[in-house]
T-cell receptor, first 114, second 111 residues
Framework: KAGVTQTPRYLIKTRGQQVTLSCSPI?????VSWYQQTPGQGLQFLFE???????NKGNFPGRFSGRQFSNSRSEMNVSTLELGDSALYLC?????????????FGPGTRLTVL | QKEVEQDPGPLSVPEGAIVSLNCTYS??????FMWYRQYSRKGPELLMY????GNKEDGRFTAQVDKSSKYISLFIRDSQPSDSATYLC???????????FGTGTSLTVIP
């Protein structure tokens, strides 16, 4: 069974630009969550989608947005990039939303903002 | 104060040692507790998943949860060089898939 895939794996952007990251969950998984990982803050929850609906949202500015498609694939978008947005962005998929749920992570997209 | 606190280390131990990794938390609503292992340039992989207080053992790994003290631990017996990685604790309340992570402890097992 294929794992969670994320594209692209690496991105370099400049301040003020916008970026879109993509995540394909494990086949049959309907929940996708996004996290930002930085050395100082660790993994911080961005948002979660289930059946194309955002269920939970972390404490990030509105520049961070996401969506989920009918095939459960998800995208996240960051507009007006800032230097502090440089991070590893991780996507995780789960079967559903009723605990306990195992989350399976992808390899991440490493974003560098110059 | 962060909801989950974890000593970042780094922790360096000789091969065969017993390793103890710990996290504390402040939110008494947390009921689900997980430990992930993350190798360099990879995504986290789930090691252990426990619900509420108690112990859970899986091979060389034992997870302990003490909800009264808001303290969780992961023990690794007979540590191997392949255990060298960053270990992340994570926890959630009964609110779907919103997980709160510690910042991770870097572990090196020296042959």
């Amino acid at each position: 069974k294929a794992g969670v895939t994320q594209t692209p794996r690496y991105l370099i952007k400049t301040r003020g630009q916008q970026v879109t990251l993509s995540c394909s969950p494990i086949s049959g998984h309907r929940s996708v969550s996004w996290y930002q990982q930085t050395p100082g803050q660790g993994l911080q929850f961005l948002f979660e989608y289930f059946s194309e609906t955002q269920r939970n949202k972390g404490n990030f500015p509105g520049r961070f947005s996401g969506r989920q498609f009918s095939n459960s694939r998800s995208e996240m978008n960051v507009s007006t990039l800032e230097l502090g947005d440089s991070a590893l962005y991780l996507c995780a998929s789960s079967l559903g939303v009723t605990p306990p749920n195992e989350q399976f992570f992808g390899p991440g997209t490493r974003l560098t903002v110059l | 104060q962060k909801e989950v606190e974890q000593d970042p280390g780094p922790l360096s131990v000789p091969e065969g040692a017993i390793v103890s990794l710990n996290c504390t938390y402040s939110n008494s609503a947390f009921q689900y507790f997980m430990w992930y292992r993350q190798y360099s340039r990879k995504g986290p992989e789930l090691l252990m998943y426990t619900y509420s207080s108690g112990n859970k053992e899986d091979g060389r790994f034992t997870a302990q949860v003490d909800k009264s003290s808001k303290y969780i631990s992961l023990f690794i017996r007979d540590s191997q060089p392949s255990d060298s990685a960053t270990y992340l604790c994570a926890m959630s309340a009964n609110t779907g898939n919103q997980f709160y992570f510690g910042t991770g402890t870097s572990l090196t097992v020296i042959p």
